[in-house]
């Protein structure tokens, strides 16, 4: 795969947000990106995943200007990293995976100073401020001093900050650590809003239901390399190079299988009380085929389910322990 084409439409691909190609960074000898290369389109919900040491939080902060690569090319907004980083910064909102608060001030007054920070008047500061509070769902902070706050609150805060300029790319650095279910399932609302409205999200995160549920896209790295991008849909139905096919017919099982039997590339796996389980190629084609025919052949089809793996069984199969490169 090309990791710099999209592999749901090889011949047209949106414009990107986010380009890199053979990036490595490195931290004296060790490497920590090895010719890493990821492509996140405009006005995508991407998401970021990799075990720990795999290279998501160097990847970000590379994207966020906070890193220069050593070698290879960057491109964030149009921008060339880093030569464009000044032209960039103003136009993403950058939250890390852990930052430090100004305790002694209350949230209103951090978040008013950051806005300031941005070249905004007083009158826009004071409706930025309002509409970051609302959308982080930390208002009740407002008169609050930063200090003695939850690890849930920080983040929660952490977020406005990032929202406060209203930025066109978000870069978010395990936005969902340490909140508490409700507030994920808060999240990850915010986080269709924010896609629906136009921003461009790219986040990295180890809780893969929730990655699962939002991204419209996926980068999947182990060990400084990306191993897959693209599509979510792509990555779950063919993640495997066979799936499996659970099908019911009000006929016999046994004259189902004897019908399947006659079809090049199927595995009858079990059978019992009228239901089939088949192992067949992963290509979604192959399954319309065989249902076409099945009918064809007069079979009684009362169910035809494709079994396709959640994201943690192909995160799991793809990262799986290898031998060190030598």
Do not use: W
């Not at 490195?26 to 010719?35: F, I, M, N, T």
């Not at 209350?106 to 826009?124: H, Q």
Request: glycine share 8%; with cysteine.
């Amino acid at each position: 795969m090309d990791p710099l084409k999209s592999p749901d439409s090889p011949s047209i691909e949106l414009p990107a947000a986010v380009l890199m190609q053979d990036v490595e960074l490195r931290y004296g000898a060790v490497r920590a990106l090895r010719d890493l290369s990821l492509r996140v389109p405009r006005g995508s919900l991407c998401g970021l995943v990799g075990p720990n040491g795999a290279g998501k939080t160097t990847t970000l902060r590379i994207l966020a200007t906070d890193l220069q690569a050593n070698e290879g090319r960057v491109e964030v907004l149009g921008q060339t990293l880093p030569l464009g980083a000044p032209a960039v910064r103003p136009r993403i909102g950058f939250m890390p995976d852990s930052a430090g608060l100004y305790e002694e001030l209350t949230l209103a007054e951090y978040l008013d100073t950051f806005a300031a920070f941005y070249g905004m008047a007083r009158a826009k500061r004071r409706t930025a401020v309002e509409v970051a509070m609302d959308l982080a769902g930390v208002r009740p902070l407002a008169g609050r001093r930063l200090t003695g706050l939850s690890r849930g609150e920080r983040q929660r805060v952490s977020l406005a900050r990032t929202l406060i300029h209203d930025p066109e790319l978000l870069i978010l650095d395990e936005p969902a650590e340490g909140l508490d279910p409700r507030a994920r399932v808060e999240l990850r609302e915010l986080l269709l809003l924010l896609h629906e409205r136009g921003k461009t999200i790219l986040l990295s995160s180890h809780i893969l239901a929730d990655l699962e549920e939002v991204c419209t896209h996926l980068v999947l790295i182990d060990r400084g390399k990306t191993i897959y991008q693209g599509s979510r849909r792509r990555l779950l139905a063919g993640g495997l190079q066979h799936c499996t096919i659970r099908i019911e017919s009000l006929d016999p099982p046994g004259t189902l299988v004897d019908r399947l039997s006659s079809h090049p590339g199927v595995v009858v796996d079990e059978q019992g009380d009228g239901v089939v389980s088949v192992t067949v190629p992963s290509e979604p084609e192959f399954a319309a085929d065989l249902l076409r025919r099945l009918v064809g052949d007069g079979v009684r089809i009362s169910s035809f389910a494709r079994r396709t793996d959640s994201l943690e069984t192909v995160y799991l199969r793809l990262t799986e322990p290898r031998d060190p490169p030598a």
